[in-house]
């Protein structure tokens, strides 16, 4: 079994070997988001263009023993999936900022956009240039998957990962309904 070959107490143990599991740097963040009024209370607040309305949490920038402090995130896929529409149109956009857990209805210190209208996804050839596909706003009013494969390049300080509005959402208009889920994969390197 995998576990022996990392288990320090097994005779298969291999982990000082000199072998440096892909594992360590290929990550995945899972999120799971709503809409829910009880949490975005936006009877009393409204929300505007590029708002947070969820901190989906920080990307571990961990490394196995043997590299190097890493430097960079790279933003390989973010799949997206709507289970509940919201029922009224909203769209949104995922960022990553320098700051952890900022709050609801504000801005994103750092903002870089990773998924949505103003993403800029990198050439996969490794040249630093943009693809010339232009991404789209995430659709919470529609059951479906959507996936981008970015490339974009974050410093490791840019880790904190944020779901934002580019809908303006208040009470009047009920975005109570919405649910979803992201998937994100990244390497540090």
Known sequence: MRSDYLNENSSSNISNDGFSEV????????????????????????????DIIAYMGALDVTVPK??????KIVIDRVTFCCNIVTGTTMTGTIA???????ALNGAVTGAVELVGASASMVAPDG??????YTEADLNLNSAAVTYAMPGIVLPVATKYIYFRTVTAINHATNFNAGRWNVVMEYTVI
């Open 96 to 102: 990553a900022g320098t700051s952890a857990n900022e």
């Open 127 to 132: 040249s630093g240039g943009t693809t010339g």
């Open 23 to 50: 594992g360590g740097v290929k990550k995945i963040l899972a999120f799971g988001g709503d809409c829910r009024e009880s949490r975005l209370d936006s009877a009393s607040t409204a929300y505007a263009d590029n």
């Open 66 to 71: 043997g590299l190097n402090d890493p430097l």
